[in-house]
């Protein structure tokens, strides 16, 4: 959708910049909406929701290139999709035929990936993972430092292999410390990336570079703002994701649902709902397996946090309290029910849970929840 002009640009980036201008006026009028599932009074949330979307979309792409790329951090406490409190995530544009090296060191993360994503050239959804490695396979120097290398052909040492639909690699720290590591800004993980085959010095751009790279930032704003964070309705879920309120669907690796979008193929996810009157709580009570890592989030209905530098909306396994076994009993509720492991609302009436399992020794259930009058939680055991 272009703004109308009385005459076409005869700039081809003035003509993509026109073209990017209009796809957000377009999402604006037809997507912000109930027709995207926000209920009347929510726009704000949407229009919010687009800024971030169009804010990482240009750190992402209008200056990165997939010949000569670098790590732009996906999000933080202040940009939020799909967010995580406690990992640290990075993104760096790929093409299939080129040869990239990645260096970096080992910190205090518990865990460390890297995916290779394939179907996502030039700003578009993922559709696959191509190639995954983490840090059970890699090898490191006594220091922790750590090179891969990602090409076509085979390579000796810590090697990706990559594919004619590469588009993206993202790199993963996870974090399991008793302040989630998001909110933590001396937390910055040593990590690179250079293109081993690619322009010794890159061009400066001109007029078609700059239209390249626009229209890869239109491309990711519609298929990140409207294929994950404001999907079609109704839509549809992964086998892990509860259609039930206030019930979790049960644990699934993420490589066993459709591989689609950026999932780490070393966790299992649980998630479902909750729907909440003012003077009820919704309690999960189950057993954390043990494993490397796992927490639990509450999303709005874009896939976001509420503010974790203020609030607690999430928890880890290092910051729940638990008791034999590993057992635990977490609360979400609009007000403290002055018991352990509780949960804000932020006065959200409805809002995605979304649990994650990373490496567990064994399958994990899915929690089992009951909903109650907030006043009695301390009440029951």
Known sequence: ???????????????????????LAEIDADWIGPQRGLAPGREHLGIRGLAMAL???????????????HFVRLISPYRKWGDNPDAIYFFAPLRG????RVQGRRGREVYLSLTVHGGDRDGHWPTRVVAELNMDDMAFEDDGRFEVVLSPDAQGGNW?????DAGSVVVRFYFNEAEAASAQPDLV?????ETVDGPEQ????????????????????????????????PRRRPTWYSDAPNTMGPPVDWTDSDGGGWGAVDIAYSAGEYELAPDEALV???????????????????????????RTVSLNDAQMEMGEDRRYRVV????????????????????????????PAEPPDAPVCTVMPVDRVAETP
């Open 1 to 23: 959708m272009s703004v109308p002009r009385e005459e076409p640009p005869d700039s081809e980036a003035r003509q993509a910049w026109q073209d990017l201008v209009g796809a």
């Open 284 to 310: 999960m009570e189950g057993r954390i397996p043990e494993g490397l890592f796992t927490n639990v989030v509450i999303w709005n209905e874009l896939g976001q946090t509420a503010d974790y530098l203020e």
């Open 55 to 69: 804010w990482g979309a240009l750190d992402l792409y209008l200056e990165n290139e997939p010949e000569r790329p």
């Open 97 to 100: 035929d080129l040869t990239y």
């Open 202 to 233: 890159a061009p400066v751009p001109d007029d078609a570079a700059v239209a390249r790279r626009l229209r890869r930032v239109e491309a990711w704003v519609r298929s990140k703002f409207g294929g994950q964070m404001l999907g079609s309705q």
């Open 332 to 359: 979400i509720a609009h007000r403290d029910p002055g018991v352990p492991n509780w949960l804000d609302t932020c006065g959200e009436p409805r809002a995605a849970v979304f649990w994650r399992f990373m490496l």
């Open 160 to 164: 990706m292999p990559l594919e004619e």
């Open 189 to 193: 993980p040593d990590l690179r990336i």
